[in-house]
């Protein structure tokens, strides 16, 4: 028997097609219409259109489109807009040279661009089996059409369109996003993904600037982030430092730093990974049952472009063989430890890199350092003996199978899933 999935026609009205799980052998999976790439469909109730398309294919004038829109769908630009490299370029380093496939989704009123969302097609090990997790990336409305049911819609066109076998895997950071999931009733990650920050300079730390430009990951501006943080009651800046200082000390007697027998290793700074990283990954994968591939052409584009940010890649050695890495993005005005991982047992190696990753953003002058880190995770405790303490923000991954089969998912239920999610997974840095 095959399951139903509900859709969404052109025309906003909601028609459910039959749809297989995994299919028995010698049965085709059955898929309901789809649009074409570059196929204009009808918004009939909102006097739109909406097409999907590869993003390599954009225009320059739709580019600079899509621009104007997350310029004034999140009041000034997303915090990518704030990086030493022009919008546009980080643009296309996102969607167009995503390194697997990646898709686009326009919504038009006439020659004017109102609506637009990305997806990623993420490559994750699934209990060592490689599946496709779908994230959606860039999502936006011109704000006269936010709060009219077509963030919905969109994300239905989305499902419509692309009936790759896999999961999506999203991360709410917002508390508007986590009442949608939740209403919607896709289900989170039970190992709990904890924000961590690790204040370096309280009173930078706690300055309004460096809150507004998400060094402590409350990085929305959008008019629902602006309107709630207007409403927040703040409180004088030196009671709050004053706070924070208190939190830093009873952290410190609470949690001493960890200390492990000096290793035959060395840390130094690379440009690009190199082909060593495929055994590497191999073997540190095996620790976890959710991974995302980390293989050199992905890590390569993540990490090593310039257009994605000015990061810094830091490899753990020894006699030439790969124990571990990490990737640190420090700046005077944030820092922010995005990748970890070392071979399985070596939370020695790690340990070290989280310590070098504080090293750098003092030499860069970083008010503070934020990382994820799920709290059932060999490396939390190491991060939190390390002076991380859990920041207010809330990031809660969900995940849905989606032309997969859930029983492939059932572990992630479990609050002690081995589950390897770190913030340079998502586009959120």
Do not use: C
Not at 39 to 50: D, I, V
Not at 58 to 66: D, N, P, Q, Y
Not at 96 to 113: K, M, N, Q, T
Not at 405 to 411: M, S
Request: hydrophobic share 40%.
């Amino acid at each position: 028997m095959g399951r139903h999935m509900t859709a969404t026609d052109g025309i906003g009205v909601r028609t459910q097609h039959a749809v297989s799980g995994p299919a028995p052998p010698g049965i085709p999976r059955i898929h309901p219409p789809s649009p074409k790439l570059n196929e204009r469909r009808p918004l009939g109730a909102y006097g739109l259109t909406f097409r999907m398309l590869e993003p390599a294919s954009l225009t320059e004038a739709e580019e600079a489109g899509v621009i104007q829109l997350l310029r004034l769908a999140f009041n000034g630009g997303p915090g990518w807009f704030d990086l030493p490299v022009a919008q546009i370029d980080h643009f296309r380093w996102k969607l167009a040279d995503y390194p697997y496939e990646s898709f686009a989704y326009l919504g038009e009123f006439g020659a004017e661009i109102v609506g637009f969302g990305g997806r990623l097609n993420r490559r994750w090990l699934v209990n060592g089996l490689e599946r496709v997790g779908r994230d959606g990336v860039e999502a936006a409305l011109h704000p006269r059409y936010q709060n009219q049911g077509l963030t919905t819609l969109r994300r239905d066109i989305f499902d419509e369109f692309d009936y790759s076998e896999g999961f999506t895997l999203s991360f709410a950071s917002h508390p508007s996003s986590l009442h949608n999931r939740r209403k919607r009733g896709t289900p989170s990650v039970a190992n709990p993904m904890e924000n961590l920050v690790r204040p370096l300079d309280v009173g930078r730390h706690i300055h309004p600037q460096h809150m507004a430009n998400g060094a402590t990951g409350a990085s929305s501006r959008t008019r629902i982030a602006l309107e709630r943080g207007r409403t927040r009651q703040q409180r004088p800046e030196v009671v709050r430092r004053l706070a924070w200082e208190w939190r830093l000390l009873r952290h410190r007697l609470q949690h001493r730093p960890l200390h492990f027998r000096a290793g035959g290793w060395t840390i130094r700074t690379v440009d690009a990974f190199d082909q060593r990283i495929e055994a590497f990954f191999t073997d540190a994968a095996t620790q976890f049952d959710l991974i995302q591939v980390r293989n050199q052409r992905f890590l390569n584009y993540r990490y090593a472009d310039r257009r994605a940010g000015p990061f810094t890649i830091r490899l753990a050695e020894a006699e030439g063989q790969i124990l571990g890495y990490s990737v640190v993005r420090a700046t005077s005005d944030s820092g922010v430890l995005a990748d970890l991982l070392a071979l399985p047992g070596r939370e020695d190696v790690a340990d070290a890199l989280i310590k070098d990753a504080l090293t750098l953003a003092r030499q860069a002058g970083a008010p503070s350092v934020r990382t994820w880190m799920m709290r059932h995770h060999p490396y939390h405790r190491l991060l939190v003996h390390a002076g991380f303490m859990q920041n207010q923000s809330i990031v809660e991954p969900g995940y849905e199978a989606k032309h997969m089969d859930p029983v492939e998912l059932e572990f992630l239920a479990d609050p002690q899933a081995r589950v390897h999610i770190v913030i340079g997974d998502t586009d959120h840095v």
